[in-house]
């Protein structure tokens, strides 16, 4: 696709379930971060990939988060037994960059939008 | 730790107003500074950026300078639009990955 494709658009869960958010970044996007914004706040960094490599994981909130990006491509943020205070719009963003340029070529997908009820 | 404050909204102006949007910053080091924009249902999308003191980053009328003696990076436009609102985000990057550190948003609401 021509954009950050991140599915599915919205997500409701009970809490104490598992869910899984993916994300597909534009091809051969070398960066790739994931950010959470809880409503009426500014994104706030999650953790980096520089293709399969998982550098900067220093955001996640909880050991329930985790985020894999395994063949450097498609990148999926799994959150075990959610609580409400994970409610927010995840978003997914790419570069093909990696250095200090990485922000001026940035694209963001439109998020998924958890719900945690 | 790096912090970016910028005003709170909404902001509710009539077309053609002149539009500021404050922004503050506390960073260590020598941050880059970006204004991000969020459409209604779009995803965020980097309208300026600057990267060092005393440069003025613009596009589509918006412009904003990197003010290092004031931490400051305000969004300014002569005439704003009802096609501008939106919500903006100041940002920062520092640090060896480039992650991004965003202020809280400011809505804008444009009127005929």
Redesign the interface.
């Given at each position: 696709g021509a954009g950050v494709s991140q599915s599915p658009r919205y997500k409701v869960a009970k809490r104490g379930q598992d869910v899984a958010l993916r994300c597909d970044p534009i091809s051969g996007h070398v960066s790739l971060f994931w950010y959470q914004q809880a409503l009426g706040q500014g994104p706030e960094f999650l953790t980096y990939f520089q293709n399969e490599a998982q550098l900067d994981k220093s955001g996640l909130p909880s050991d329930r988060f985790f985020a894999e990006r395994p063949e450097g491509s498609v990148s999926t943020l799994k959150i075990q037994r959610t609580q409400q205070e994970d409610s927010a719009v995840y978003l997914c963003a790419s570069s093909k960059d990696r250095g200090r340029e990485t922000n001026e070529k940035l694209f963001f997908g439109s998020g998924t939008q958890l719900s945690v009820l | 730790g790096n912090s970016?404050t910028q005003m709170e909204g909404p902001v509710t102006l009539s077309e053609e107003a002149f539009l500021t949007i404050n922004c503050t910053y506390t960073a260590t080091g020598y941050p880059?500074l970006?204004w991000y924009v969020q459409y209604p249902?779009?995803?965020?999308?980097?309208l300026l950026?600057a990267?060092k003191a005393d440069d003025k980053g613009s596009n589509k009328g918006f412009e904003a300078t990197y003010r290092k003696e004031t931490t400051s990076f305000h969004l300014e436009k002569g005439s704003v639009q009802v096609s501008d609102s939106a919500v903006y985000?100041c940002?920062l990057?520092s640090g060896?990955?480039?992650?991004?550190?965003?202020?809280?948003?400011t809505r804008l609401a444009v009127h005929p």
């Open positions: - | 970016v880059s970006f249902g779009e995803g965020l999308q980097l950026k990267t985000f940002a990057s060896g990955y480039n992650k991004l550190i965003f202020g809280a948003g």
